[in-house]
């Protein structure tokens, strides 16, 4: 698609736009695509026009929750691009017809931590799974009856048209194909970046990754870009493994085919003591505890992406975690700071170094959105991009 030829099909400026959005309405039941009103910005935000958006397991972990943060009606949806409509009073940063991505993980950078290249936590901004603008608990969307629709991390990109803090939002090159721009939003900026940014992997490591989801894959690939010679992939799907091959995965355990030793046995017998960086990318305690487990001693770093459940605790024996002096480190967003890394990544793409084609299966109309929701849950797609108007 030739982005040049991408018009806005509106002149509303400061005034609400009624608009097409998938609406998740009762947890776990397919999402409803009905005419909403979208509010004009407020101080600070943006007002896009999505172009595409892709669907990631974070939308379909909320989309199932009967309890908070499961609210609903709520619109879904955080990777995706669009094309700023409007902007509100205090937004120099965008302008009309600018193309953007937008980002769950805000980036001020003003604060001391956006300031700093330790952390990309925002501490003017904390991140939190909201069902509200980032400024203030209202929401921007209502449904053409007056009822209010709760926001998602900040995004709602399942929606025509959202409203975006300016924080949370990165502009882009617009000759950048928007069906592979989207996927920075979310999943492969996280995993390439905990192999970058967060665990800063060196050329001839090794490593190894539990799960070869999106996630996964992306580490696989942020590994392979780092130099990494060896990257072992341990997952319970066998197909996985030639999957994984595109992003670098060089050796495959099925943890359910390991006879009588474990995934971390044999990583540490292959390896001669443990890999030199570890990745848990499903979200469960367990697998951080094999994961630390195969973890080489006295420089080994375990890097958490998975998202597990909010009581979810880790026991780990206090003796081994000083004799042992591993590192243990939780990764939100792979630590990239949005604003500055995400159009580094995006460089990468277009100089044909980072692969983001491969981790798009499918790709369909808004219309098709529910079947997305399927394949997903099913296994059967990496990433699948849906145009909103296609």
């Known amino acids: 698609m030739d982005n040049n030829n991408i018009k806005l099909s509106t002149k509303a400026a400061g005034k609400p736009i009624q608009c097409r959005a998938a609406i998740a309405r009762v947890p776990g039941e397919p999402l409803v695509i009905e005419e909403i009103l979208v509010d004009p910005p407020s101080s600070h935000e943006v007002r896009i026009r999505i172009i595409c958006t892709s669907l990631c397991h974070s939308d379909l972990t ?167 010679t060896r990257i072992i992939g341990v997952d319970v799907i066998p197909e996985k493994f030639e999957i994984g091959k595109k992003f670098g995965v060089t ?12 995934a971390t046995q044999i990583i540490n017998e292959m390896t001669d003591g443990g890999a030199d960086y570890c990745f848990e990318c499903v979200g469960f305690a367990s697998l951080v505890h094999e994961a630390y487990a195969c973890c080489r001693k006295g420089w080994g770093k375990t890097i958490v992406l998975g998202f597990d459940k909010p009581d979810a605790q880790l026991g780990l024996n206090s003796l081994d975690l000083l004799l042992s002096a591993k590192t243990l480190i939780g990764s939100p967003f792979g630590g990239v700071k949005p604003k500055s890394d995400i159009p580094i990544l995006l460089k990468r793409y277009m100089d044909k170094e980072l692969h983001l084609d491969e981790f798009v299966t499918h790709e369909m109309g808004f219309e098709e959105i529910n079947k997305a929701f399927d394949l997903l849950m099913e296994g059967k797609c990496l990433r699948c991009v849906i145009w909103m108007d296609k």
Do not use: Q
Request: charged share 20%; net charge negative; glycine share 10%.
């Open 62 to 228: 909320i989309w199932k929750m009967k309890d908070f943060p499961g609210v609903f009606p709520r619109i879904l949806g955080h990777e995706a691009i669009g094309i700023v409509e409007s902007v509100g009073e205090g937004v120099n940063e965008v302008a009309e017809g600018d193309f953007v991505i937008p980002c769950f993980m805000p980036d001020c950078r003003e604060c001391v931590d956006c300031g700093s290249k330790k952390s990309n936590l925002c501490s003017s901004f904390p991140f939190k799974i909201s069902p509200w603008m980032l400024r203030s608990e209202t929401s921007r969307f209502k449904d053409l009856k007056g009822e209010t629709i709760y926001h998602f991390v900040f995004v709602s990109s399942f929606s025509e048209y959202t409203v975006v803090d300016i924080v949370n939002l990165v502009k882009v090159d617009p000759e950048i194909p928007p069906n592979r721009a989207c996927l920075l939003s979310c999943g492969v900026s996280t995993g390439v970046g905990a192999a970058w940014r967060t665990a800063n992997v060196e050329a001839g490591s090794t490593v190894a990754i539990f799960g070869l989801g999106t996630i996964g894959l992306a580490v696989a690939e942020g590994a392979r870009l780092c130099g990494a």
């Open 251 to 262: 050796d495959f355990i099925n943890s359910k085919s390991c006879g009588d030793k474990s």
